[in-house]
């Protein structure tokens, strides 16, 4: 995979390049990371990427002309190009699976009060927002999806488990998890998970999932396909929790 990165502040992603997966992904081949500095792309002294918006309003608006440019220099026929915004549509594991299968992907980071619409309404495969909040610009959100996506890319985790067991991947969130030592702070481990019966673990993880995701997150049971067994658990889990309530 190769991912292009269009944004005013390159130099914030040259430890992102190096860091844990995304280092260990570009070494074993597997993507290309590569940040465009937008300013590289004006043709006036002052490298100006911003100007006062038409019909008034606060803050500043970047111009067209070194985005297009900016966009025209890394863009090729299987390229997808994101905008990241805050009126964008929410992101999900969902499309951190569907992205992870494409060949290119180039990242426009915004900035000041955002980019000229016209670079939007034109040259813009999709808007992602990370979430209903407001950030100063669009890195850290590329930053998201870029770590997101490439751990979905095969060979780039030691183990496929790794990705298939975590927290949304199957619509779910992930079992509570444990590690040595046995006892902490007179706080033992579940007694199952030292039991050796692999059978009766992944029942009580599959349990314990649903658990975490029906209190935590309802809203992701929400048209899940679930097993009969699935079911039993969770009209368990549900009555569990009336009683301890009532």
Same mark, same amino acid.
């Given at each position: 995979?190769?991912?292009?990165?269009?944004?005013?502040?390159?130099?914030?992603?040259?430890?992102?390049?190096?860091?844990?997966?995304?280092?260990?992904?570009?070494?074993?081949?597997?993507?290309?990371?590569?940040?465009?500095? /937008?300013? *590289?792309?004006?043709? @006036?002294?002052?490298?100006?990427?911003? &100007? %006062?918006?038409?019909? !008034? =309003?606060?803050?500043?608006?970047?111009?067209?002309?070194?985005?297009?440019?900016?966009?025209?220099?890394?863009?090729?026929?299987?390229?997808?190009?994101?905008?990241?915004?805050?009126?964008?549509?929410?992101?999900?594991?969902?499309?951190?699976?569907?992205?992870?299968?494409?060949?290119?992907?180039?990242?426009?980071?915004?900035?000041?009060?955002?980019?000229?619409?016209? /670079?939007? *309404?034109?040259?813009? @495969?999709?808007?992602?927002?990370?979430? &209903? %909040?407001?950030?100063? !610009? =669009?890195?850290?959100?590329?930053?998201?999806?870029?770590?997101?996506?490439?751990?979905?890319?095969?060979?780039?985790?030691?183990?496929?488990?790794?990705?298939?067991?975590?927290?949304?991947?199957?619509?779910?969130?992930?079992?509570?998890?444990?590690?040595?030592?046995?006892?902490?702070?007179?706080?033992?481990?579940?007694?199952?998970?030292?039991?050796?019966?692999?059978?009766?673990?992944?029942?009580?993880?599959?349990?314990?999932?649903?658990?975490?995701? %029906?209190?935590?997150?309802?809203?992701?049971?929400?048209?899940?396909?679930?097993?009969?067994?699935?079911?039993?658990?969770?009209?368990?889990?549900?009555?569990?929790?009336?009683?301890?309530?009532?």
């Amino acid at each position: 995979m190769k991912i292009h990165i269009l944004t005013l502040f390159p130099e914030l992603f040259s430890v992102f390049r190096v860091w844990s997966i995304v280092g260990r992904t570009i070494e074993k081949g597997l993507l290309t990371l590569e940040p465009v500095n /937008i300013r *590289d792309f004006t043709t @006036d002294k002052h490298r100006q990427v911003d &100007d %006062y918006p038409y019909g !008034g =309003g606060p803050g500043m608006v970047m111009k067209p002309e070194p985005i297009y440019k900016a966009l025209n220099s890394v863009k090729e026929d299987n390229s997808t190009t994101i905008y990241l915004s805050p009126q964008g549509k929410p992101y999900n594991q969902e499309m951190a699976a569907t992205l992870s299968k494409e060949e290119h992907l180039i990242l426009l980071c915004g900035h000041y009060e955002g980019v000229d619409n016209r /670079i939007i *309404d034109n040259y813009i @495969d999709m808007e992602i927002s990370i979430g &209903d %909040y407001v950030l100063t !610009g =669009g890195e850290l959100p590329a930053m998201v999806l870029i770590e997101s996506i490439i751990r979905l890319i095969p060979g780039a985790l030691a183990s496929e488990e790794s990705f298939i067991e975590e927290s949304h991947f199957n619509g779910l969130l992930e079992h509570p998890q444990y590690t040595r030592p046995r006892v902490f702070r007179d706080l033992g481990v579940p007694d199952i998970l030292l039991s050796g019966n692999h059978k009766k673990i992944e029942e009580w993880k599959r349990y314990k999932s649903l658990e975490t995701t %029906y209190i935590k997150r309802s809203d992701l049971l929400e048209g899940q396909k679930l097993s009969p067994e699935d079911k039993e658990m969770l009209l368990k889990i549900k009555e569990k929790i009336k009683d301890k309530n009532s």
